[in-house]
């Protein structure tokens, strides 16, 4: 399901949702208890099927059915054990500096108090985390059942907020799990988040990532008019326990504040450029710039908040579509003078705050120090081109290759009189035809539209995507609706065919298209001599797989392994066999006995069988 089907779908629930609120909530139901249906009658199912066999091999054995049980059993056996490993399943717990409550004894009553009084399942922990956010996670103790109840508190937002902020932010996220109001939608923003996670982390567990592979985005559409009014109702919540003008002025703060986000980052990642080394103290930093928020500054992000509009594929509403449910106007308000994380870790503020540097500062250490030797490069690069410049003319691409650097390493200074003279060097150099209307678009200049038009139609999916959400932006930031709509629409296609090439490249699906593998007949028996050093393969077929886009051929090679091999359940000779072979490009290699449905594909290219024992 693709982005326009995905939201005509949605428009289309929402639709149903009022007009036939019953039938359609019926209907939430029966799917939702679906997958739990379906994942407990194939157990069943597969059980009695296996119990059935053993008691007629017993009362009647004989040969037949004793080779009928092998055949049988054993991938019954390992469906089965496939299925019961879905339940010991290890997700991966959110990550976070855990607080307890004599770190934090004010916090942790405002939670006991919510907890108490919204009847909210116990938390397992309570996490500090780097980001501008807070939410209440749960994760599956058993595969689909149970769950474990964290509260991740983004330490950017402890110190942007009041404690009464906080409070109202931490009422709305308990308001989703709350026993109090909206059990029943609170209980499909659940599952599908438990679903979610079972997806991630289902690893080779083929037939189950199949199923929820389909069943997952469908769950996930159907629920989401239940899912975004539980988002209104977890706001009813926060307004019933601090009252609808604090609920509506903490949403309102959060995105006032919020607002800064994204030059505070820019600026810590400009700092790469020179150190080796993440400042470790930058959520002190983020502390002053809070702070230090001018008025008009506070009044412009409200107004280009109160501006957006609410999306038809994300269940979070608009902040104005909020705030008209809670009927209260927004106001902007100064920054508190002591914050909720100056407040309630007291002492450990300034030890929470370093350890929370010290942990974004080891999560980003490796991609930090690449990112500084990278500018050290791109600086000598750019060196060796301007000595170069002084010497004699530069051609197009090193005049190309010396804007873009300049670009990089001079953030502040103007890039587009050098990428306009690649242009005079040559009018049709399309990386500085593409630079030129982006920086054009970016300053919201009109003669970057037809300059960047023609990429909007090119070959190559990824940057159709990126132009058209370039010129989507720009239409939208000078209010031609329609036509922001119309380049949306063209980069969620592109960004669709992109997604799709790299899934074909990552990839074996049954309806893939397969043609001969196009080997020389030395090649071909340099093949079949690797295969014959693998006791355990009975024969194996060999094709390519098309791949658009792909300058390589991509080759499958299926193997049907002997008995013995079965039995012993190699699991690892397919990658042994790709590591093994030498062939011109990527390769995939799978087992016919656990993928028999693509024998017949296979098999029928030409001159596919290339080795038989």
Not at 235 to 260: I, K, P
Not at 278 to 297: H, I, K, T
Request: aromatic share 8%; net charge neutral; proline share 6%.
């Amino acid at each position: 399901m693709d982005a326009g089907q995905l939201e005509a779908r949605i428009k289309k629930l929402n639709e149903r949702m009022r007009r036939m609120p019953r039938l359609y909530v019926a209907e939430v139901v029966a799917f939702a208890a679906l997958g739990y249906l379906v994942y407990l009658l194939v157990v069943v199912l597969a059980l009695g099927l296996l119990a059935g066999m053993l008691m007629l091999i017993i009362l009647k054995p004989s040969f037949v059915l004793l080779k009928l049980g092998w055949k049988a059993g054993v991938p019954l056996l390992v469906l089965i054990g496939a299925l019961f490993r879905a339940l010991r399943v290890e997700t991966h717990d959110p990550q976070g500096l855990p607080l307890t409550r004599s770190m934090a004894p004010g916090l942790f009553a405002i939670i006991d108090r919510l907890s108490s009084k919204l009847r909210v399942p116990s938390l397992q922990w309570v996490l500090v985390t780097e980001e501008y956010n807070a939410a209440v996670t749960q994760r599956p103790r058993f595969g689909l059942f149970g769950s474990r109840n964290t509260l991740l508190l983004g330490f950017p937002l402890l110190q942007s907020l009041s404690t009464e902020d906080l409070t109202a932010v931490l009422a709305h996220e308990f308001g989703h799990l709350s026993g109090n109001h909206g059990r029943f939608t609170g209980w499909l923003y659940r599952a599908v988040r438990s679903y979610v996670a079972l997806l991630e982390s289902t690893g080779n567990n083929r037939p189950l990532e199949r199923f929820l592979e389909w069943y997952v985005p469908r769950l996930s559409a159907l629920t989401f008019p239940l899912r975004r009014q539980n988002e209104y109702e977890a706001d009813a919540v926060s307004a019933e326990v601090v009252g609808a003008r604090r609920a509506a002025q903490a949403l309102t703060n959060v995105h006032v504040r919020g607002a800064l986000e994204g030059e505070f980052w820019r600026a810590v990642q400009r700092k790469s450029f020179d150190s080796p080394h993440p400042p470790a103290s930058l959520f002190l930093d983020w502390e002053q710039r809070v702070q230090a928020q001018p008025p008009a500054d506070a009044r412009e992000a409200l107004k280009r908040s109160l501006e957006e509009v609410t999306g038809s594929t994300d269940t979070h509403p608009s902040l104005a579509d909020r705030l008209q449910k809670l009927a209260v106007l927004p106001e902007v308000e100064d920054p508190p003078a002591t914050s909720a994380a100056r407040e309630l870790l007291g002492a450990h503020y300034i030890a929470v705050a370093e350890q929370a540097g010290y942990r974004w500062s080891a999560k980003v250490h490796k991609e930090w120090q690449e990112q500084y030797e990278s500018m050290q490069d791109k600086r000598q690069r750019l060196a060796t081109l301007e000595q170069r410049a002084t010497e004699r003319a530069l051609t197009p691409e090193e005049a190309f290759a010396r804007a873009d650097l300049n670009e990089d390493v001079h953030p502040d200074a103007d890039p587009l009189p050098l990428f306009r003279a690649v242009l005079e060097l040559d009018p049709q150099h399309s990386g500085a035809r593409f630079s030129c209307a982006r920086v054009l678009l970016l300053r919201d200049d009109a003669a970057g539209v037809e300059l960047m038009k023609p990429f909007e139609t090119g070959g190559d999916p990824r940057l159709r995507s990126i132009a058209s959400a370039l010129l989507s932006r720009y239409y939208e930031r000078t209010g031609n609706r329609q036509a922001a709509a119309d380049s949306l629409t063209r980069a969620e296609g592109a960004h669709a065919e992109q997604v799709a090439r790299e899934r074909a490249r990552e990839e074996l699906n049954i309806d893939d298209e397969f043609v001969p593998h196009g080997l020389s007949a030395p090649e071909l028996a340099a093949v079949a001599s690797d295969l014959a050093l693998f006791p355990g393969v009975k024969l194996a077929y060999l094709v390519r797989k098309v791949v658009a886009g792909d300058a390589l051929p991509s080759f499958v090679i299926a193997i049907e392994p002997t008995l013995k091999a079965r039995a012993l359940d190699e699991a690892s000779l397919p990658e042994r066999i790709v590591e093994a072979l030498t062939l011109p490009g990527p390769s995939w290699c799978l087992r016919l006995d656990q993928n028999p449905r693509f024998k017949a594909p296979l098999s029928r290219v030409e001159g596919s069988l290339v080795f038989r024992r």
